[in-house]
């Protein structure tokens, strides 16, 4: 197999991650039909993944270091083809909460060992090449997931069931060029030695770590919300009812977020969050807007700008983790910065959905935006005080927010 081959089987790989997250998105509403429960169950569901990511980051994030890339690479890609399955034999809510804690405990086994398999196989391992590769991968699974659901689910019959039989095909195909792959890892492996990765954040850096933990919520909780909720909003607010255009938006949540980090990629960290939260600030309150007015073309144009504020608050936020991180403690630091993240990505949420539930879809939407857009604002004035050092953005994989 030549390196480009094995380089395009990882990325693949990579890509089928995002895509059994994303694709999901489109098709909430059906369940919600079907298996009649309410907006906390749909963000309840969706949070379950953000939490099996997180568990498997910390239980199995180093794991690839003693034993290889490829086991941990087969055995995501057995978890993803399982949680397949299982969507396609749900006969209620419990089997969807299961079906997304595998998905979520599959990309977390996957996207350590993959996206450092990426850099052992790049001909001059080189580091910024590498990432971008891996964004390739996330980006195109994010994007095309919710896309291709929502046209299957809107013109093929059965839109639980269809997609799920095309979902696995390619699942399968990946599992078989995985398991071909020879193993990447070019350091001399060693026997397994399992612990759990502690975070923690060197008491030097945690005023701006915490800055870095306010952006990269303030990016998620808009990717959350649109990853669970955002076919709700189409039906029940906007009067939208095409799976078709839901996964449109969807697509443009994630093609812009990820297109505005390679736009702006030379930019420093600070000048990166300030981007990302600046532009979510302006799309929610497009957001808001598109909603009381019933107009589809105005929340088109919001989930551009929060779409670019996902990506740039992610990047941003990230970089300014690496750079003020001392070399010895990187990992723990990492660590961390992924603990803040996905809460920032299933909690809030969840707290939508309770709204949701008590006063109505409407009145949640409200009390989320006036909160983000306060928190956005004290977050910007901040970022104008903290001088921060002026380092180029290096693209890094963003991890599914949907």
């Known amino acids: 197999m030549s390196t480009r081959l094995r380089i395009a089987v990882v990325v693949t790989l990579l890509m089928i991650g995002t ?42 994030g180093r794991l690839s270091d003693d034993i290889g890339r490829k086991p941990l690479m087969v055995a995501g890609a057995l978890m993803f083809i399982l949680s397949s399955v299982i969507f396609l034999l749900a006969s209620g809510t419990a089997m969807l909460f ?44 994010a994007a095309l997931g919710p896309l291709i659901f929502g046209v299957m689910a809107q013109y093929l019959p059965r839109p639980t069931v269809t997609p ?18 020879k193993e990447p890892a070019t350091h001399v492996l060693k026997p397994m030695t399992w612990r759990v990765q502690r975070p923690s954040v060197p008491k030097e850096i945690r005023a701006r770590f915490a800055l870095a933990g306010v952006v990269v919520t303030i990016g998620w909780i808009v990717g959350g919300i649109y990853g669970s909720l955002g076919g709700s909003l189409d ?16 697509f443009t949540f994630a093609f812009i977020g990820g297109a505005s980090q390679f736009v702006f990629r030379s930019r420093s960290s600070r000048q990166a969050m300030f981007i990302g939260v600046t532009s979510t600030l302006v799309g929610i309150i497009c957001v808001e807007a598109s909603l009381f007015a019933v107009s589809a073309p105005l929340f088109l144009v919001a989930t551009a ?30 660590a961390a910065y992924n603990v803040v993240a996905y809460f920032a990505l299933a909690l809030p949420v969840v707290g939508v959905g309770v709204l949701a539930n008590m006063f109505g879809l409407r009145s949640a939407t409200v009390t989320f935006a006036v909160v983000l857009v306060a928190l956005a604002a004290a977050t910007l004035v901040t970022l104008g005080r903290t001088p921060t050092r002026p380092t180029a953005v290096v693209l890094e994989p963003e991890p599914s927010t949907s």
């Open 235 to 250: 039906v029940q607010l906007l009067h939208v009812r095409s799976h078709a255009l839901a996964g449109l938006l969807l």
């Open 19 to 60: 895509f059994a997250n994303n694709a999901l998105s489109t098709i909430y509403v059906v369940y919600e039909k079907r298996f009649d429960f309410s907006s906390l169950s749909v963000t309840a569901i969706f949070a379950t993944y953000a939490v099996a990511v997180l568990v498997a980051l910390l239980v199995v």
């Open 305 to 334: 700008l929060v779409g670019v504020g996902n990506g740039m608050c992610f990047i941003g936020s990230l970089v300014l983790v690496n750079e003020i991180s001392p070399l010895e403690r990187r990992a723990e630091t990492v």
């Open 98 to 141: 299961v079906g997304r804690a595998i998905v979520g405990l599959a990309t977390g086994t996957v996207m350590p060992a993959a996206t450092a398999a990426l850099v052992e196989l790049e001909p001059d391992h080189d580091r910024r090449r590498a990432s971008l590769l891996s964004t390739v991968g996330f980006l195109s699974g």
């Open 164 to 181: 799920f039989y095309v979902e696995i095909a390619v699942q399968v195909l990946g599992l078989v060029g995985v398991i071909a792959l």
